[in-house]
């Protein structure tokens, strides 16, 4: 990859898929959507691990601190089912929650279902990497990065990142000032 | 009962109301309610209990692990007012908080009443029991129900809990696929 | 001031406006706006600090606790940026979080800037006094108070502080009942 290529790391938890008893669609849905809406240099990993809190947190703290991604998109274990654990496993590990994503991301998902305020996806940072949680179904997902993905570019600025540029449907990169 | 019905309690949190200063019409409005939007069996019952964190996370826990109860309503205790302590009581015992009920019940409050905002009421998982807390207005009480109940049902499917149906203004239970 | 002025400070909250290397334009704006809808008697003073959560957090809660401040507006230090800690500060001393405030701010922020769901502004109470995380910018500002004012006097009335009269554009003070 080109020496500046943002690293992102789509992240999928899952049980089932991690076994090998079910194709996951969450990691190829969110490649299709950054392919569409990405104009500038990345790297793009899927990995896939089983649920469980300290399992998932072991993982998010070394994508983070060891592996250096600018972003990381979970998907799946955001419900209220008792294997749900992703955003308990992401507040053991960031530093600063973002309230504003999970909040957006239900609203659009109401739009669509009325079940989307079972989901308690968030967002957060750690260090330079911001790690945002996404449902697991692939029109979920959709749904979700056009709701909040405007808004990630600057915070990677924020946080001191690797810079992102957007095109596609979602348009250009919105920076303010 | 029928041997299947949803065990459903109304927790009615008032210093007034608990030593009889003051009729409560909180519990009568969620047994209204469900009355009328609920299809399927269930056993519905009123406590009236008297403010204060640890008497009310224990009861709520009591409710949880030793009741069985599918669904705990509560209602009152939400402001900010010093005795308003259901939101902290709720976070001593509840395992996962939805924050998607209560960012939505203020939402459409807010299109009735813009002290809406001052409502800090949640909802969250315990083993198989959700618990949801209203705000003690008969008025709020029914925006809120209305706002959120479609989501309840496959809740509780999804922490395996009683299955309710409904009806009535509410419309058919949804569930996803 | 009247005896019963309200005490009111606007904490601005900024490294370089408190090293005087950036002229501070929130508390200002602040300011402004109070004078432009505020009907009572009020006392504002306009305090400058830099960031940095513990310095925070015990300013706030001198304020709180030995000047008898009836509302603090903070301004600055709620995006995701390292030195970004006021809403953590805020946390570390309110006794109860009030999430509304926050959902409101940033919705209608969402609807003038896509960045806005980056701040993670909140608001909360200890003891007689009302804390709320306004953003730095003057345009922003002014959006969030013409969005939650509406609901301040009366939550100073629940937790026994100063009594606001409200007019200008934002209309006569609501109190329910």
Redesign the interface.
């Known amino acids: 990859m080109p020496p500046d290529a943002a690293r992102i790391v789509a992240l999928v938890i899952s049980d089932r898929a991690s076994r090998g008893e079910y194709q996951d669609l969450g990691g190829p849905a969110i490649a299709q959507w950054l392919a569409q809406n990405l104009t500038s240099a990345y790297e793009l990993e899927i990995r896939i691990i089983a649920d469980g809190r300290d399992h998932v947190a072991a993982e998010l703290q070394r994508l983070c601190d060891e592996d250096n991604a600018a972003l990381v998109l979970t998907t799946g274990g955001t419900?209220?089912?008792?294997r749900?654990e992703t955003?308990?496993a992401m507040r053991d590990i960031v530093e600063?929650?973002?309230?504003?994503?999970?909040?957006?991301m239900?609203?659009r998902s109401?739009e669509e279902?009325?079940?989307?305020?079972?989901?308690?996806q968030t967002a957060g940072?750690r260090g330079k990497t911001?790690i945002v949680n996404l449902p697991g179904k692939p029109a979920a997902i959709r749904t979700c990065l056009d709701a909040?993905f405007?808004?990630i570019p600057?915070?990677l600025d924020?946080?001191?990142a690797a810079r992102l540029e957007t095109g596609g449907n979602l348009g250009e990169t919105?920076r303010?000032r």
């Open positions: 419900g209220p089912a008792p749900d955003p308990e600063k929650e973002l309230p504003g994503f999970g909040e957006l239900r609203r109401l279902v009325p079940t989307a305020i079972l989901s308690r940072t911001l909040v405007t808004a600057y915070c924020l946080i001191g919105f303010p």
